[in-house]
C-alpha cells in the first residue's frame, strides 16, 4: 500500500480531525487505497500524523458516516467499495440504461422464459384475469463481471406476441420493447424493501441466505394507462445504492 502523507497546520482554523478526515479521504478517491483494502491502524496513524488517538478515532468516524469506510471488530478500518448509483427507482429507464450510461460493463443472462398464465399477484398488478397469457421470465444481469441483479418479469403476451422465443442475452429488454413492440413506458410505480434470498436466489447472485438484499416491485404503464410489464427485482445491497430527487 502506498501512501502519502503531508503535515496537519495546527495553528489553522480546521480542526486536525477533520484536517486528517480530508488527508484521508483525498488518498481514498486518488485509489491510494483499493476498496475492501485496510487503513494503517489507529496507532499508526497517530504516529504518522503526530496527533492524538482522540483526533484519529473522530477522523476515521467521520469515513465512516460518510460511507468511505467501514469497520470490522479486531481488525481496523477498511476502504468502502464503491457503490453504483442509480437513479430509475424516480424514472421510467431501466437500471441497464443507467448501468451503461455511467461505463459499466453489463451482461444480462436469461434464466428461464416461457409462457405462462397470470397468477394473482400478476394479474393484480397488471390488471389482467388470472390465468390470461404472460410471458414470464427470469434473467441475472451482472456488472462488471459480478452478479448484480436478479429480476423476475412477466408481461401480457397479447402486447409482445412472440417475445417468449425471441433471443434476450445480453439485451435490454426495454429496448427491444420499444424497437420490436413500439412500447413506450411513462409511467411507474416501485415499491421498495429490504428481503433475506430463498437459496435458490442467493446462488445465482453468489451470496449467501442472510446477506441482506434490496426488492424492489415494479408496474409499468403505456400512455394510454394500459399496464405492460411487472417485475420484482432482488438487488445486492452491498453493490448498489438508489437516488432519488424531489424537486
Known amino acids: ?32 487505497i483499493a476498496p475492501d483494502q485496510p487503513l494503517p491502524s489507529e496507532a499508526e496513524l497517530t504516529d504518522l500524523y503526530g496527533v492524538s488517538r482522540t483526533v484519529v478515532r473522530e477522523a476515521l468516524r467521520e469515513l465512516v458516516q460518510q460511507r468511505m469506510i467501514y469497520k470490522v471488530k479486531g481488525r ?32 444480462t443472462h436469461t434464466v428461464s422464459q416461457s409462457l405462462s398464465p397470470a397468477d394473482q399477484r400478476e394479474a393484480d398488478l397488471l390488471q389482467v384475469p388470472v390465468g390470461e397469457p404472460v410471458v414470464r421470465m427470469r434473467r441475472l444481469r451482472g456488472v462488471d463481471g459480478q452478479p448484480w441483479l436478479l429480476v423476475d418479469t412477466a408481461l401480457p403476451a397479447r402486447l409482445v406476441p412472440g417475445l417468449d422465443r425471441a433471443v434476450l ?59 405492460f410489464e411487472a417485475y420484482y427485482a432482488l438487488h445486492r445491497s452491498d453493490q448498489t445504492r438508489f437516488f432519488v430527487g424531489i424537486r
Request: glycine letters at 8%.
Open 76 to 107: 481496523g478500518a477498511f476502504v468502502a467499495p464503491r457503490k453504483t448509483e442509480l437513479r430509475f427507482v424516480g424514472s421510467v429507464s431501466g437500471s441497464a440504461d443507467d448501468l451503461r450510461e455511467s461505463g459499466r460493463r453489463v451482461t
Open 169 to 227: 442475452e445480453n439485451q435490454s429488454l426495454y429496448d427491444v420493447l420499444r424497437r420490436r413492440y413500439g412500447l413506450e413506458p411513462v409511467g411507474a410505480d416501485r415499491w421498495i424493501e429490504a428481503v433475506f434470498p430463498e437459496p435458490e436466489d442467493a446462488a445465482l447472485l453468489e451470496v449467501t441466505t442472510s446477506t441482506p438484499l434490496l426488492g424492489i416491485e415494479s408496474v409499468a404503464w403505456l400512455r394510454d394507462g394500459t399496464r
Open 1 to 32: 500500500m502506498t501512501m502519502t502523507y503531508r503535515r496537519l497546520i495546527r495553528d489553522g482554523s480546521e480542526p486536525l480531525w477533520m484536517q486528517l478526515m480530508r488527508e484521508l479521504r483525498g488518498q481514498i478517491e486518488a485509489g491510494e
